[in-house]
């Protein structure tokens, strides 16, 4: 974005603007676009997404009223919200209780300033960034925790209190699975960790030993449980405690809630794509236009930033809800050794191999292949077994 | 200095967002009160006291077991980005390290601290 700016004041389109003022108006101007025209309608089209996939999923047919197929279905319902009353009860503790959802949406779009959408857009390259991103995201603990206590209301207090367990919980096996690909990159900035990876399969972090792609996936359960994702929506579980941390909240206050919830939804994905998933990295030389370039760039990482926003809705439609205590000891007790072994194991597979093994890589993407084929296999074979009258029947 | 600029402009746009909505909320929906309507929502029922009591020890123990892990990932976030030029010392330097914390978790874990009954 730097060098962007630079370039833009090298041409002289700004005539003579000092760079001081430049800067932070570009910058701005970068930042609005990035919320206006990427984060707030991907988060209602994931909304819409979401609710038809877990349909398809549900043999039923879910939101298709609104614009076609039901895509405007996240507009009409931000705008019932505003219409709605914003209540706030007597007894509750107002100004926390006002403020809280803000803490929530700046938890999850502060978090898009370090996201690299491709090699030139990226807000901020910062030199902190992943440290950065695990100290924005907390933010949301303390907003669930003051819309629990400030609601005075007792489901609200207790789903408060479970998000904040389990937040603070499972920010220690995300901050250690992420620790390997800082070990094997030595940098904490996202371009940097991008850079360090290739376009191929190979390249990636996920492939690049078996301890990476242990810490990949134990990094997006605690991504899950951190965004209060079933099968760890203990803070707000409908069945037990009507809303959680929400039940008080209404009007476009609860909206707030739930732009949050999708967004950090979107973050996971790309903070998986970033560090494990090569990000942005596509085969170079085909074009010397840096359009098109970043154009294929952004495209890339947004398909691999989705694929695991897609694989959360899919668990969210297919898992049940864990309990309390379940959620605590797989945490303590299988994650955070599991993010030691990863440590310990990717600091000896650098002292044995300090460019990385040469073979391995190559096997895990074989192996990873020859899994998903026989998972499609099996999925295939029950389609075929499954009784003709529960397929998906668009026509209902 | 300069790097967080940007940071700051997105906590004021977020802030922005989320303003001008729920103001927008305030403004163009229906105001009507009433002292049932006002009240915490408990099912129905007439609320039974006041939600601001005690809960749970449980709790406070994650958190002071979150506080103490926490502090020593955030410790091996620098050693990380620096492991290549420390060499073996600042990999058995580390190797320790992790292994107190470890016996913390285990001595933790055999305790029952996480047993929730």
Redesign the interface.
Known sequence: MQSFIDGLIASGVFGGLPAEAI??AM??LF??IV?FGFV?PLVTITIWLERRVWSRIQSRVGPNRVGPQGVLQGLADGVK????????????DRPLF?FA??LL??GF??T??VIPFSSALV??D??VG???IVAIVALSAVGVLMAG?A????????GG??S??QV??Y??PA??AL?PV??LT???STQGIIQAQGWAPWDWFLFHSPFTFIAAFAFYISALAETNRTPFDIPEAESEL?AGFA??YS???F??FFLAEWGSLYVTGAIMAVLFLGGWQIPTGWTNNTVVLNIAQLTVFFLKAYFWVFLAMWIRATLPRIR??QM??LC??YL??LG?VN??GT?VW??IW?EGNTFVPYLMVVGTLALLVIFFRRVLYHLRRAKPELYFNPAI | M??????L???I???V???V??F???M?????HS?V???????GNP?SG???GR?SV??YL??I??IV??VE??F??PW?????QLG?FG?IA??LF?LV??VG?VY??KKGG????
């Open positions: 800067y932070p910058m701005f930042a609005s919320v707030l919200n505003i219409l709605k009353e914003d209540v706030v009860p007597d007894a509750a006002v959802p803000y949406v700046w779009l502060a898009f300033v807000i901020a910062l030199n992943i440290l950065y206590w609601s005075n209301n007792k489901w609200s207090l207790l209190i479970r904040a367990a603070v919980s920010e220690i901050g250690l620790l800082v070990l030595g940098t904490l009507v039940t008080e009007g476009f206050r909206a707030l309390v205590d605590m000891s303590w007790k955070v050794p030691f440590l310990v600091a650098m002292v300090p | 300069d790097q967080y600029v940007p940071v402009i997105a906590l746009l977020g802030g967002v989320a303003l909505m729920t927008a909320s305030t163009l929906g229906v105001k009507t002292a309507k006002d009240e915490p929502f408990e099912c609320p006041s939600a601001w809960f449980k709790f994650a958190a077991l979150f892990f926490d990932v955030v091996l976030y990380a980005v620096v492991f290549r073996l990999f580390m190797l992790v914390l470890v978790l933790e874990v996480l047993e929730s009954t």
